[in-house]
Structure formats: C-alpha cells, structure tokens
C-alpha cells in the first residue's frame, strides 16, 4: 500500500501576490523555511527525508527560483513549496504567527563593503520578525564565511532575545550547502550558529 502523504501535488511555486497562509494552510501545516537557496539542493535532502512536513525556499532571484522549482518537480518532491520574493517582504507582512519550525539562513550575501550592508537582511529589525513567525521552540540557523556580519547577525539574534544554542567552526553534514562545500575546499574559516527562540 502507498504511504499516504498529507500535502497534494501541484504546482511548486508559491504566488508572492497571494496569500502566503492561506497557500501553505497555515498555521496548520508544520512549515521548516529555507532563505536563499541559491543553486543548493539541500533543502529537497531534507524534505525527501521527512516527507510529512512542508518545506519552503525563498529565493530572490528568479532563474534560481525558477531551476529549483524544475528540480523539485523531478524529484516528485510534494511537500515543498518555492517563493520568488525578498525575504525582507515576507517577514514584514505575509507570515501570520507562530507558524514556523525553522529557519535555514546558509550563507546569506555579506555586502561586505560598508555602503552595501543596507542590503544585508539579518538585521536588528528582522529578527524580531523571524521571532514572531517562529513557533515557541522554534529554531534558525545560520552559516556565514564573513565575521563582521556574523558580529551583526549575533546581535542581532541577542537582542531579538533569542539564545545560542551551538555554534561551531563546520557546518554540520545535513545542513550542508554549495556554498558550505565550496568554503572547505578552500579552506576557508566559516561559523555555523544554532539559535533557539527564547
Ligand atoms: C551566497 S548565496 C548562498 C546559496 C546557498 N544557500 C548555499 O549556501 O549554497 C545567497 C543566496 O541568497 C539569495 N538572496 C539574497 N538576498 C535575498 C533576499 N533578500 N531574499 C531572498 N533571497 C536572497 C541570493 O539570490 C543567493 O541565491
């Protein structure tokens, strides 16, 4: 008999013009984000693997997003969704509360020079938001190559009053991105950074 699943198959990408809650059903529906996925295929690992939960990647770029969506519907994945959006929107005003389990933030863009950090989106504005849509235990986790804006994600999070649940100089296996693949080979220093709720 074929495991029944809970979520129907159809289309993979989420409209950014509708209604985000009313789409994924949520609060209902336990929801595990991913920001930023990039050209990583993490998240459908993590999907395939815990196919009872909804999973969705937002992406700002749109070939991205678009490619990510193609490789989701190849892998016949039904429980994950893509949003073709700034994740700055989506905290400000399309998450109700309270709906999310967690956050994977993999190597968020560093805009290192100092006039570019505006386009830096973990900030002591958002991650009070990222706060609010989290469930009570929920989690976000975080990687980044570049300290300075780690300083800044910290906090950030402290001030949100979230607290550090692990920090490590790897990233762990079953988080690991492109980009994380990339910054070993090179041999370049990274921080992974387990954040609880508080
Ligand atoms: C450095 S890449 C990391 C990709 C992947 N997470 C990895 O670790 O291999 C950062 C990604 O974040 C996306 N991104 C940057 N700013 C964003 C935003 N405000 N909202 C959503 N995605 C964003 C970029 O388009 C890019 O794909």
């Known amino acids: 008999m ?6 129907e198959p159809g289309l993979v990408a989420v409209d950014p013009a509708g209604d985000l809650a009313t789409a994924l059903e949520l609060p209902a529906r336990p929801l595990h984000i991913e920001v930023g996925f990039g050209k990583d295929v993490r998240v459908l690992r993590a ?3 815990d196919p009872g939960t909804l999973y969705l990647g937002i992406e700002v770029s749109r070939k991205k997003h678009d490619k990510f969506c193609r490789k989701v519907a190849r892998a016949g994945l039904r429980n994950v969704r893509a949003l073709l959006c700034d994740v700055r929107e989506v905290l400000q005003e399309m998450l109700p509360p309270a709906c999310v389990l967690s956050f994977t933030v993999l190597f968020p863009d560093p805009w290192p020079k100092r006039r570019h950090h505006k386009h830096r989106w973990i ?14 235990d929920g989690c976000v986790t975080v990687a980044t190559d570049d300290a300075p804006y780690m300083d800044q994600i910290r906090a950030s999070m ?10 490590t100089a790897t990233v762990p296996a079953l988080e690991r991105s492109l980009f994380a693949e990339r910054f070993e080979r090179l041999g370049a220093p ?9």
């Open 123 to 136: 900030t002591p504005e958002s991650a009070p938001q990222l706060a609010r849509a989290l469930v009570p």
């Open 158 to 167: 402290r001030s949100a009053g979230f607290r550090l649940e692990r920090e």
């Open 190 to 198: 990274v921080l992974y950074q387990l954040w609880l709720r508080g």
């Open 2 to 7: 074929t495991e029944q699943l809970p979520f």
């Open 47 to 49: 999907a395939a693997a």
